[in-house]
């Protein structure tokens, strides 16, 4: 599966100075540099190099600074990461490749430029907002048959948790959660319930939830609120930069 080349990838990149999470608006793989602002890595997972690989990393590109597409190589060498008209097409697009070896070793076979014009900053943004907003790396990228364990998601729990204690009232839960009145009201996964006017205690879907994620049912600690990001200016250093850098 798709998941299995993660891990390696993912260490890859936080070698290269990333801070790496999995499943990011849709994203296999998101990294963000240490920079402010940030400078934003998506990769892409698949099982062989193909054209499907390459038509996500398209539309990707315009939310980033760079793009990476990872595939496991193939064993006789044959595969699709040997063929020049590939790795070309890969290199006029402006994507890196990184092959995964059966030892879950990471190479690099073709680097991204160091420096790629960035189209669509609002959906920039949005990835790196819910990069900082998530807490820890709750999915594996390439995940597909599970719920995504997103920021909000992370947030309604942390909800959850508080009115498993009994009926509150949205103020009471801004100090962990700031977005409480509005994931209360908008009770999005069906977890919530107006008892009386601005009281709101757990249906069963809720105390469902708790336990089918026990991780969070403990509140959450006071979240640390972000704000939009600016473009990146010229000079900040991508992968492609670092990984050329690296011993």
Known sequence: METALYLPVKRFL???GFSVKGEIGGCDIVGLSGSEPPVVVICELKLSFNLELVLQAVDRAAACD???LAARVSARGKGRERDTR???LCRRLGFGMLGVTDKDQVEVLVRPPTSAPRRNVRKRSKLVLEHQRRRGDPAQGGSTRAPIMTAYRQQALACAAALAHGPLRPRDLKLGVPEAPKILRGNVYGWFINVERGVYTLTEAGHAA???????ATPAPPLVPTKPIAAKPRGRKTAAAAEKMAP
């Not at 708790?210 to 969070?216: Q, S, T, V």
């Open 14 to 16: 936080e070698k290269l």
């Open 66 to 68: 760079e793009v990476w």
């Open 210 to 216: 708790l336990k089918r994620w026990p991780d969070y």
């Open 86 to 88: 590939y790795r070309n």
